[in-house]
């Protein structure tokens, strides 16, 4: 499921980047080929503008000149001087080329009204359009020039081949075209790792799901079957025997209670439902509260108990008080149970400007340094062979979903000499 997709995503993503890249590749092309098409034409307008100025300052056409200034522009030039072709070597034109040098004429005449008949004797100014046109597959920019001259008028008919432009032009796209495509390479590239790493917590959250599931129904099992054994045995039991099944039956329910409560608190938290009434809170009064609550517990397995207050009074924290002291009670219980007896527990709370500073440490077996993180995972037990049937392997787990809602941290740490030091970090 997760591969398909990942190849759909990966599709996707590269898909909509490259079809934004193309639409502006195409723009900045279209943008650059216009510019290109405006300055190759206003290049042609200056160059027979100096045709023009030259023509009128001179009395005698310069073949010399003439020839410079085709080899200078690459022009193809037809002069006519009153109706008689100027024929000056390379200046002449093709045979095949003068009917295009008439159509050229003929659409300065039609549409821009540029004629010999539109000079007259006293004509002084000369008269010109410049204008694009294409013949067969060939375009060309294209010039008539009419130049009143020694009481005659030079009729000239330029043209300009617009190959080399369209040249240029195909190899730009030619180069867009190479760096999208490399670009779309690299985009698929990109993608194909993003969401590799997008999906990566898709996987995780699968996977923890599936053991929590198959955890969950293994935990709901064990009392799941010690009710049913108890309730077959009751049908054949002498009286004692009975009330002893009824016991086990409530116990293993009550167990059972727990556990969906837990369950229901995680579920709550992952869904951003677990309630929070946030107050002023003295976290001296309240740890205090919790040391009093636990120390019967603690006498009772023949574990010392200590708690360490700061001598200076403490400002409140704004905290739900209800759900820290849960994360008291989980954090003593789990030390209770897995301090030996005669091992001591001890309660402590720091101030600083900026935080409170809360810690359970005991002289316990410790937690290995490769498992201090996973302790707070689901049904998580660091001995593997602990049977304590009160833990569920949750609590550690909900300790820190309420940190985590209150914007605070929830770590452990080695207690000098041996075993654990859960910390609790508040601001």
């Known amino acids: ?69 085709h080899l200078d522009t690459h022009f193809e030039m ?30 300065a005449k039609d549409e821009y009204l540029i004629y010999e008949a539109s000079i007259t004797p006293q004509s002084i100014l000369s008269a010109h359009a410049e204008f694009e046109i294409t013949s067969g597959d060939t375009p060309y920019y294209a010039a008539v020039v009419m130049l009143p001259k020694n009481g005659g008028v030079l009729n000239i008919a330029i043209l300009h081949s617009l190959e080399e432009l369209q040249k240029t ?6 180069y867009f075209a190479a760096a999208d495509i490399a670009g779309i390479l690299l985009l698929a590239i990109f993608f194909w790792f993003f969401t590799w790493r ?39 039991a002498a009286p004692p ?66 708690i360490d207050l700061p001598d200076t009074s403490i400002p409140p924290c704004r905290c739900d008080k209800g759900r820290i002291e849960q994360v008291l009670s989980i954090l003593l219980d789990n030390a209770l149970s897995y301090t030996p007896s005669g091992g001591s527990i001890r309660l402590s709370l720091q101030a600083s400007t900026d935080k409170f500073t809360l810690r359970v440490a005991d002289n ?13 995972d689901r049904f998580y037990r660091c001995d593997k062979s602990h049977k304590d049937k009160e833990h569920f392997g949750l609590g550690l787990c909900i300790a820190w979903e309420i940190l985590q809602m209150h914007k605070g941290k929830l770590w452990v740490e080695d207690t000098p000499g041996g075993g654990a030091t859960f910390v609790m970090a508040l601001r």
């Open 78 to 107: 037809d002069i006519l001087d009153n109706g008689s072709r100027l024929a000056f070597g390379s200046l002449k034109p093709l045979p095949s080329k003068e009917p295009l040098f008439e159509l050229v004429r003929e659409k």
């Open 169 to 174: 032009l195909y190899t730009q796209r030619l």
């Open 198 to 236: 997008m999906i990566l917590p898709l996987i995780e959250n699968r996977r923890k799901q599936t053991e929590f599931i198959a955890s969950a129904s293994h935990e709901l099992r064990s009392p799941l079957t010690v009710m049913l054994s108890a309730l077959s045995a009751m049908k054949d």
């Open 364 to 376: 316990g077996a410790g937690i290995p340094d490769t498992e201090k993180k996973a302790v707070f």
């Open 241 to 306: 025997d009975a009330e002893r099944f009824a016991r086990t039956i409530a116990l293993e329910g009550k167990r059972m209670s727990r556990l969906i409560d837990d369950m229901l608190a995680l579920s709550n938290a992952d869904s951003s439902h677990l309630s929070m009434r946030k107050s002023d809170v003295e976290l001296d009064t309240l740890l205090l509260s919790a040391y009093e609550k636990f120390e019967p517990l603690a006498k009772d397995k023949n574990i010392s108990l200590d």
């Open 1 to 69: 499921m997760f591969k398909k997709l990942h190849i759909r995503l990966t599709l996707l993503c590269t898909v909509v980047s490259s079809l934004i890249l193309i639409f502006m590749s195409f723009a900045c092309l279209s943008f650059q080929e216009a510019e290109s098409r405006e300055r190759y034409f206003s290049d042609f307008q200056v160059n027979v503008n100096m045709l023009i100025n030259y023509l009128e300052s001179q009395s005698v056409i310069s073949h010399a000149w003439l020839s410079q200034y």
